[in-house]
């Protein structure tokens, strides 16, 4: 168990991943979210650094399915190609419906896709987690844009809730 902790802070540490110790937080979520407004194609502006984004460019395209689940199909230039992946969100409990859980592979669990903040017209915060045995956790977060470029104003202001959301492990 000491050799698989020590390979993961180095692989995570050397991803540039925001990792802590302990257990993910539980930041608080939009308030009354809708999923159905929240469909449609987001822009990434800015993320904390992820080992699984390494292109540029990034988008993700929400649709929502017959049966409640949601499409997810994100894309990204790497390399100078595009390369894109596509899996299936859904809510994990109707009462916060901001909190889903998505997968892109059969047999790997799911992933937190919390969102944070958002007015469903120009930008959302969305907030990530693995937590890796209770020792420590690596931390996800994206501001997102109906468009490809935010006002520095709004980018600030979701970069203050994003650093408020993560400080609920301190």
């Known amino acids: ?58 988008q993700a395209t929400y649709s929502l399915l017959d049966d409640g689940t ?12 595009i390369s894109s992946i596509e ?9 916060q419906p901001a ?11 799911d992933a937190p896709y919390w969102v944070l903040s958002t007015d469903y017209h120009s930008h959302a915060l969305v907030y990530s987690c ?7 956790h690596i931390d996800f977060a994206w501001i997102l844009a109906r468009t490809r470029v935010l006002t520095g104003d709004i980018i600030l202001q979701e970069r203050k809730r994003e650093r408020v959301g993560n400080n609920a492990h301190t």
């Not at 308030?31 to 159905?36: A, I, L, P, Y």
């Not at 949601?70 to 190609?81: C, F, S, T």
């Not at 889903?100 to 669990?109: E, H, M, N, Q, T």
């Not at 693995?130 to 420590?136: E, K, T």
């Open 1 to 58: 168990v000491k050799v698989l902790f020590a390979l993961l802070l180095t692989a995570a540490a050397a991803e540039g991943q925001s990792f802590h110790q302990g257990n993910c937080p539980q930041p608080s979520v939009q308030e009354n979210f809708n999923v159905t407004q929240y469909m449609g194609t987001w822009y990434e502006v800015e993320k904390l650094p992820a080992m699984f984004e390494r292109g540029k460019c990034n």
């Open 70 to 81: 949601v499409k997810v199909r994100n894309v990204e230039l790497a390399n100078g190609k």
């Open 87 to 95: 899996g299936v969100a859904k809510v994990k409990n109707s009462s």
């Open 99 to 109: 909190i889903l859980d998505v997968s892109f592979f059969r047999g790997v669990p």
């Open 130 to 136: 693995s937590d890796y045995f209770g020792l420590f």
